[in-house]
């Protein structure tokens, strides 16, 4: 994968928009748009809440929740920090303090599921095997921190058991119908990706359960952390996805060359094009 696609497959944006091409993913897609005040405006007429976030980023950096709340009155959380506004202007004046010039994004706010009054979402891995068919080797809940708005586990979010976090929502066999349709979006979501970019191996995809259950996709990460499932009592599921990530690894060192190679063959080139020049004929001075 070259540097142009790379920069591409970090764009929030873009993967959105490689992810809305196709029909059964579409429904699952939150309404995302470029940052702007009148986006921020529509979009919080529309929905109430809304999730302002970096366009490239990880581990929920620079995230904020904005609402706007009875009475014409906004709000914004960022980290553990909560701030009241009685005017737009002087909330969009305020966010502004974090967006600077870097391009964000405005996303539909999801009302989580909760687990213990704290907010949850689920992280699935979508990994090639050894054929290099996609499979989802794994599934994780991701507990929110009590005061923060990410569940991220390098922002406080604690990985626990998924069925941990569903059994007081959903009986046993619908869980497991559950989990059988979110392996298959994520199936679905690699596969789709892959066609603009066919050499990746592996994609954790972010879903937010709404209270109807409807499987929302908040984002898709493809350089999912694999070490999260090592926090799981049972390590079969860490031992298939770590397992999994190494061949991922194994194939990447192969199919890209070293630095030191591509330097050597340049250094190669350079010396070849000075022997050649000085084997050159010098040209007759004409009498």
Request: net charge positive.
């Given at each position: 994968m070259n540097s142009?696609?790379?920069?591409?497959?970090?764009s929030k944006?873009?993967k959105?928009?490689?992810?809305?091409?196709?029909?059964s993913?579409?429904?699952?897609?939150?309404?995302?748009r470029?940052?702007?005040k009148?986006?921020?405006?529509?979009?919080?007429e529309k929905y109430?809440m809304?999730?302002?976030?970096?366009?490239r980023g990880?581990?929920?950096?620079?995230?904020?929740k904005v609402?706007q709340?009875a009475?014409?009155?906004?709000a914004?959380?960022?980290e553990?920090k909560?701030?009241?506004f009685?005017h737009?202007?002087?909330l969009?004046t305020?966010?502004?303090?974090h967006t600077g010039?870097k391009?964000?994004l405005?996303?539909?706010g999801i009302?989580l599921l909760?687990?213990?009054?704290?907010?949850f979402d689920i992280r699935?891995?979508v990994?090639?095997n050894?054929?290099?068919?996609?499979?989802?080797?794994g599934i994780?809940g991701?507990?929110g921190?009590?005061?923060?708005i990410?569940?991220n586990?390098?922002s406080?979010g604690k990985?626990m058991?998924?069925?941990q976090?569903?059994?007081s929502?959903?009986?046993?066999s619908?869980?497991a119908?559950?989990?059988?349709?979110?392996?298959?979006?994520?199936i679905t979501?690699?596969?789709?990706l892959?066609?603009?970019?066919?050499?990746f191996?592996?994609?954790g995809v972010d879903?937010?359960?709404?209270?109807?259950f409807?499987?929302?996709?908040?984002?898709v990460?493809?350089k999912?952390?694999?070490?999260?499932f090592?926090?799981?009592t049972?390590?079969?599921m860490y031992?298939?996805?770590?397992s999994?990530w190494r061949?991922?690894?194994e194939?990447?060192k192969v199919?890209?060359p070293?630095?030191?190679?591509k330097n050597?063959n340049?250094?190669k080139?350079?010396i070849a094009?000075?022997?050649?020049h000085?084997?050159?004929e010098?040209?007759s001075?004409?009498?």
């Amino acid at each position: 994968m070259n540097s142009s696609q790379a920069q591409a497959l970090r764009s929030k944006w873009h993967k959105t928009q490689l992810l809305l091409q196709h029909g059964s993913i579409k429904p699952f897609v939150p309404e995302t748009r470029k940052y702007s005040k009148a986006n921020v405006k529509s979009m919080l007429e529309k929905y109430g809440m809304v999730y302002v976030k970096p366009e490239r980023g990880t581990f929920g950096k620079g995230v904020m929740k904005v609402e706007q709340e009875a009475g014409q009155r906004f709000a914004y959380q960022y980290e553990e920090k909560r701030l009241e506004f009685k005017h737009l202007d002087a909330l969009i004046t305020s966010l502004s303090k974090h967006t600077g010039k870097k391009s964000y994004l405005i996303q539909k706010g999801i009302h989580l599921l909760r687990h213990q009054n704290r907010y949850f979402d689920i992280r699935i891995m979508v990994q090639r095997n050894a054929k290099g068919s996609w499979e989802s080797t794994g599934i994780i809940g991701r507990l929110g921190h009590p005061r923060k708005i990410v569940t991220n586990y390098h922002s406080g979010g604690k990985p626990m058991a998924l069925e941990q976090l569903l059994k007081s929502h959903l009986s046993q066999s619908k869980q497991a119908e559950l989990v059988k349709k979110l392996n298959e979006l994520g199936i679905t979501i690699a596969t789709q990706l892959q066609k603009t970019y066919p050499k990746f191996r592996q994609i954790g995809v972010d879903i937010g359960l709404d209270h109807r259950f409807i499987p929302w996709i908040i984002e898709v990460n493809t350089k999912p952390d694999p070490y999260i499932f090592n926090q799981l009592t049972d390590k079969s599921m860490y031992r298939k996805v770590i397992s999994y990530w190494r061949l991922a690894n194994e194939k990447k060192k192969v199919a890209v060359p070293s630095k030191d190679k591509k330097n050597n063959n340049k250094n190669k080139d350079k010396i070849a094009n000075k022997v050649d020049h000085t084997n050159k004929e010098p040209k007759s001075k004409k009498g």
